[in-house]
């Protein structure tokens, strides 16, 4: 597994990640779930993402994986509202709140990245829910501080000091963030944890998509239609030329020096297996970059299609 550096955090992560929310919200057997982490870690994958919002997610994973915990850089997110706190979104106390449940449940010390759970921008300037992850790295409750989300907001809080890693979307459909948060990130040395970056497989048919998906992916539906690309143009053949699209999604992601790891979420082995042997290929060739940079920039004509949360 090729790993890349972690921005100022000292980790090296691995390309490929997981990305823990559909196995939460499509509420995957718990066994099932562990053995497709298991697999990852096993095949060299090291960072681990998860949030107090995913439903039973961090105490799935200190459950069933704390055993290994040196095998995984873990990240969580938080900010907002947990059901055993009564503080508001977006508060000190919910974040402290959420720091201390995390560890509980994680079942472990200390959480090597702990993220703003994507707050808007207004929150992030405000500075007080920051200034408490802040305080919870100085005790050593958490290495790294962090924010998760796009567009503006993501852009600026890669420019703050106490910010070490940035999580945003960047896939084939979602290019916005590649001008705006990346050179940011580039400038101060943040760690860049990619969501979404198989652009939530959105060439499948509509049947394939379950649960939450279905309108989740809707915005990457419409856009992979209007981009209106073929494999062929980007260089890939075959008999079933469709097949291709998961490794281009993913090949595509990791085009980008400044991106340190892409978390793909997933809840099927097999898919599990794939991703590992697409991301040993490496970046896509330059060439089909630029055809799905041009194809998102002829279809972005009205600058609608931001960064999705
Ligand atoms: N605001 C935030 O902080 C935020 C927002 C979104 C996501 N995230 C994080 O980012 C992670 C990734 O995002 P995501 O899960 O939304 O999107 P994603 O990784 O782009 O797409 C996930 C979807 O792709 C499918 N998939 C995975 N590998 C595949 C393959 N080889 N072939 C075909 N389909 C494949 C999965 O289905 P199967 O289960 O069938 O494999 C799943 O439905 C999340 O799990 C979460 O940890 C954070």
């Avoid at 997981?18 to 995957?28: D, K, R, S």
């Avoid at 048919?205 to 494999?231: Q, T, V």
Wanted: glycine share 8%; hydrophobic share 45%; with cysteine.
């Amino acid at each position: 597994m090729q790993t890349r550096r972690f921005g100022k955090t000292n980790f090296d992560v691995s390309v490929l990640g997981f990305g823990a929310a559909p196995a939460a919200f499509l509420n995957t057997e718990p066994t099932a779930a562990a053995a497709l982490v298991n697999l990852m870690l096993d095949a060299g994958v090291n960072l681990l993402d998860t949030a107090a919002m995913y439903p039973g997610s961090e105490a799935f994973i200190g459950e069933h994986l704390a055993h290994r915990r040196d095998d995984y850089i873990l990240v969580s997110k938080c900010g907002t509202k947990v059901s055993e706190s009564t503080a508001a979104p977006w508060t000190p106390q919910l974040v402290a709140d959420s720091v201390e449940r995390a560890l509980k449940l994680l079942k472990t010390d200390v959480i090597d990245v702990m993220l703003l759970h994507s707050c808007d921008l207004a929150t992030l300037q405000k500075g007080d829910a920051l200034a408490e992850l802040v305080k919870a790295r100085d005790a050593g409750k958490i290495r790294h501080v962090g924010y998760s989300g796009d567009n503006e907001a993501a852009a600026f809080a890669a420019g703050l000091p106490d910010v070490a890693v940035i999580e945003t979307s960047i896939n084939i459909v979602d290019q916005v963030n590649i001008d705006t948060v990346l050179p940011a990130a580039g400038k101060n040395d943040i760690g860049v944890i990619v969501k979404r970056p198989i652009a939530n497989a959105c060439w499948r048919p509509k049947e394939a998509f379950r649960g939450f998906y279905g309108n989740y992916a809707k915005p990457y539906i419409e856009r992979f239609d209007k981009m209106n690309l073929s494999p062929e143009q980007l260089g890939f053949a075959g008999d079933d030329v469709q097949e291709h699209w998961p490794e281009i999604a993913i090949r595509f992601t990791l085009s980008f020096p400044e991106v340190s790891t892409a978390i793909i979420g997933t809840t099927n082995p097999a898919n599990a297996q794939a991703n590992l042997g697409y991301v040993a290929r490496g970046p896509l060739p330059s060439g089909a970059v630029e055809t799905l940079r041009s194809a998102f920039r002829a279809g972005n004509t009205e600058g609608k299609w931001t960064g999705q949360t």
